[in-house]
């Protein structure tokens, strides 16, 4: 049964269904993703008090937020709140260990991996 109005912009479910397919294809997960970004678009509305301004459908920065919490990491957010000179060195250890080199000298010491 077809619902009498929209919900969805048709470039927010794209933005869905291109990214969910590109990394799980479940529909499942493409579904919780909708139904957060409904929440979102609810909590919006009833926290709005001028309804003229918005939209009662999801837009696509609706669908991309919760996209983006959907596939969050805590590593990721973790690395990301470190401090950039500590992200210098960890994206250089990183790459040292993918090398596969035992002995690498960084600066005047000599750093033991393995």
Excluded at 61 to 77: E, G, Q, T
Aim: charged letters at 20%.
């Amino acid at each position: 049964m077809a619902l009498p109005y929209t919900v969805f912009q048709p470039q927010a479910l794209e933005l869905c269904a291109r990214k969910v397919g590109a990394t799980s294809g479940d529909m499942r997960k493409a579904l919780g993703i909708c139904r957060g970004a409904i929440e979102m678009l609810e909590t919006e509305l009833r926290e709005s008090t001028c309804t003229s301004t918005l939209t009662s459908m999801v837009r696509v920065d609706h669908m991309a937020i919760a996209l983006s919490r959907a596939y969050k990491s805590p590593i990721i957010d973790t690395i990301q709140s470190l401090p950039q000179h500590q992200q210098i060195v960890l994206c250089s250890v990183v790459k040292l260990f993918h090398k596969g080199k035992k002995d690498t000298a960084i600066g005047e010491g000599i750093l033991k991996l393995g």
